[in-house]
């Protein structure tokens, strides 16, 4: 099992570029959940999906962040236009619906200059 | 609403001392409890979980923690660390809502450092 896959690993911008993170699921988990770690505020849910459908965003920051999940096999994290109090770690992670337990992937460090 | 408090940002122990973790929850509901790991520039790992049954839990790599529904507590032990185990660890909550999958919800984490 290849585990959560996340792209890019690490990523530099400049403020007001679009950045797009990328994760690919475990195969057969149909939960997905992208999380945002600081020093400052930690781990923050910022949105999860079930069977592909967004149950909770309220964790999204604001307007300038969306996520899509076109499949059960892929998602994507949109910051547009990104802003240097985007930068942290995000991880994508997946699970099962009702099994309690989500595998994280190695997380996308960004840095918005 | 859940929140979790780990009440130690940092601890250093010495090799092959023992070592405890706290945390303390707040809920409204009954809650599953969990503790994830994670070493330098990797994602995190489950180390253990309370779903129910046994208040004493034991994980992988020789961790145990123990539920105590009346302190609201979850505290992390192993009884012997070694240099390996140094890493971040999260403890984490989530509503006992039954057939969906959770939202969890984790403390600031605790940095475990093991000295030679």
């Known amino acids: 099992d290849a585990g959560v896959i996340q792209s890019p690993r690490h990523e530099v911008t400049e403020m007001g570029q679009e950045v797009t993170l990328r994760c690919k699921p475990i195969s057969g988990h149909n939960s997905l959940f992208w999380y945002r770690q600081t020093m400052m505020r930690g781990l923050e849910l910022l949105i999860y999906f079930n069977n592909n459908v967004p149950i909770d965003d309220s964790g999204m920051p604001e307007d300038r962040f969306s996520a899509k999940m076109p499949n059960a096999s892929f998602s994507t994290l949109k910051i547009q236009p990104s802003e240097p109090r985007d930068s942290a770690v995000y991880f994508c992670?997946?699970?099962?619906?009702?099994?309690?337990?989500?595998?994280f992937g190695p997380g996308t460090r960004l840095t918005v200059l | 609403a859940q929140s979790v408090t780990q009440l130690d940002s940092q601890v250093p122990v010495f090799e092959e001392a023992p070592v405890e973790l706290r945390c303390n929850y707040s809920?409204?509901?009954?809650?599953?409890l969990f503790w994830y790991v994670q070493y330098p520039n990797q994602g995190l790992q489950l180390l253990l979980k309370y779903l129910s049954g046994s208040t004493l839990v034991k994980g992988i790599n020789g961790f145990e923690a123990e539920f105590n529904k009346s302190q609201t507590s979850f505290h992390l032990r192993k009884p012997s660390v070694h240099i390996s185990d140094t890493a971040e660890y999260f403890c984490?909550?989530?509503?006992?809502?039954?057939?969906?999958?959770?939202?969890?919800?984790f403390g600031k984490g605790t940095l475990l450092t093991v000295n030679p």
């Open positions: 984490a909550v989530t509503a006992n809502s039954g057939g969906s999958n959770y939202k969890l919800t």
């Open positions: 809920s409204s509901v009954s809650v599953y």
């Open positions: 992670a997946s699970g099962r619906v009702s099994y309690n337990e989500q595998f």
